[in-house]
């Protein structure tokens, strides 16, 4: 029988499909042409179906879908590491927002690769961004191979929130689909208690109009729902479902603290939450119940958050958090089992970003977007319950190799589409001139 030709083959790797089953190949094959996968199986019937352009041999490689990162702010690498130990109202206002001002187009273009190359050494395929200057964001996108789903932050009103409005506008007009199909472009209103309910009335009637989703935080603190039922009788949720914001596809990072009557919302609107555990017990904002909230059927995805309150941009860190501080918040060891916490990172993230057909799984017809992690490590010995051990031992150092659209990014843990020497000069500029 002739072979079919295809671009890459994956050979002898060990897969987690994370596809509805859960399906585990040991010994496995992954065949992908161009940037779609076409064959996910066994190694003999894969060897005997296909010939690969190139060869990747996966023996002591573990191949799991690409990491999603949901809601972070890349261009804030700036900041790793800078106004340590204080609570988020104080870290925002009083240390982000004035050296923010200081923040260039040009420097965001370099500040965001820093991010994605650390993102790429995590293993993350997928990110989701809301901040400023999103255009170099999206440049960076594109000449980099990632992929991800672009939110212009919005404040006001201020004298500057128009402007952000018709950003978010030309951001979606410019890159909406483009970079291969990699790039999308949602609304990012920054929070209840930075937008006037006139200002979140016209980012729903932005959102409607593009046909995408919004990219907002929701209840962080207490203080942020003490203080929405001090100005609008009523708690964060209730107030933005009585603005019409749920009748559009919706990614809410935190919700930490929520009432039931608000779980409920969230379930009835299909909303996701981007659960951002690090973050969250950084700026010591709270615990979001995410076991909770899952049985109740809530689509729960990973953030990082920014590389300022966490201070890294690793899902796979988010993910044992996740799973551990669930089980400890649900007082229940059986909550978050690892395959749960696989899923958060992954098909949940896809699920979240409104891109399920394409990524989140590594199953025929998807997108290329395949990470290779090397259990050939102490940590991984003696090798049993692998899915186990990748949430309860794994290091992000351990991602050897990254795929996104069928191109390889990362290879032997060397960037292939990043000069990170350039990225480390520029960066060490920019901070000289902004934080001195
Ligand atoms: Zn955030």
Not at 9 to 16: R, Y
Not at 257 to 270: A, C, G, M, S, Y
Not at 401 to 411: A, F, K, S
Request: charged share 25%.
């Amino acid at each position: 029988m002739e072979k079919t030709r295809v671009s890459l083959l994956i050979e002898n790797v060990d897969i987690f499909t994370v596809d509805d089953d859960y399906t585990e190949y040991k010994n496995g094959c992954i065949a992908v042409d161009g940037n779609t996968i076409v064959y996910v199986g066994d190694m003999q019937e894969g060897r005997a179906g296909y010939e690969g352009d190139e060869v990747i041999e996966g023996k002591g490689y573990l191949a799991l879908p690409g990491l999603i990162n949901t809601h972070t702010h890349s261009a804030m690498v700036l900041f790793r590491g800078y106004a340590n130990d204080l609570p988020l109202w104080e870290w925002l206002s009083e240390k982000m927002w004035p050296l923010e001002d200081k923040i260039e187009a040009d420097d965001a273009y370099w500040l965001s690769l820093l991010a994605m190359a650390e993102m790429i050494k995590a293993g993350t395929t997928t990110f989701s961004d809301m901040y400023m200057f999103m255009e170099e964001t999206a440049r960076g996108v594109d000449e980099v191979g990632l992929r991800a789903v672009l939110a212009r932050g919005l404040q006001g009103p201020d004298e500057s929130s128009d402007k952000r409005l018709k950003e978010n506008r030309m951001l979606w007009e410019r890159w909406e689909g483009k970079a291969g199909g990699r790039l999308k472009v949602m609304v990012g209103p920054h929070a209840i208690y930075t937008c006037s309910s006139d200002y979140l009335r016209e980012c729903i009637e932005l959102a409607k109009e593009l046909d995408t989703g919004i990219h907002i935080h929701i209840s962080e603190t207490k203080g942020e729902v003490t203080e929405s039922i001090e100005k609008h009788g009523k708690p964060p949720v209730l107030y933005l479902e009585e603005l019409g914001l749920f009748e559009v596809p919706t990614l809410a990072a935190h919700c930490v603290h929520l009432q039931d009557e608000e779980v409920d919302i969230l379930k009835d609107r299909n909303v996701s939450i981007a659960h951002c555990p690090y973050s969250n017990l950084k700026l010591a904002s709270g615990f979001m119940p995410a076991a909770q909230f899952m049985e109740k059927g809530i689509n729960v995805s990973l953030g990082t958050d920014s590389a300022s309150s966490n201070n890294n941009l690793s899902i796979l860190k988010e993910m044992q958090l996740a799973s551990i501080l669930g089980k400890a918040v649900a007082k229940s060891a059986q909550v978050l089992p690892a395959k749960e916490a696989v899923k958060m990172a992954t098909i949940n993230g896809a699920k979240a970003l409104g891109w399920i057909d394409e990524i989140g799984s590594i199953e025929v017809g998807k997108r290329a977007d395949i990470i290779l992690l090397d259990t050939n490590k102490t940590h991984y010995r003696p090798i049993d319950d692998m899915t186990a051990l990748l949430v309860y031992s794994g290091y992000s150092s351990d991602v050897d190799t990254v795929i996104v659209d069928g191109n390889i990014l990362m290879d032997g843990r060397e960037l292939r589409t990043i000069d990170l020497d350039r990225v480390y000069y520029e960066v060490d500029r920019i901070k000289e001139r902004i934080m001195k």
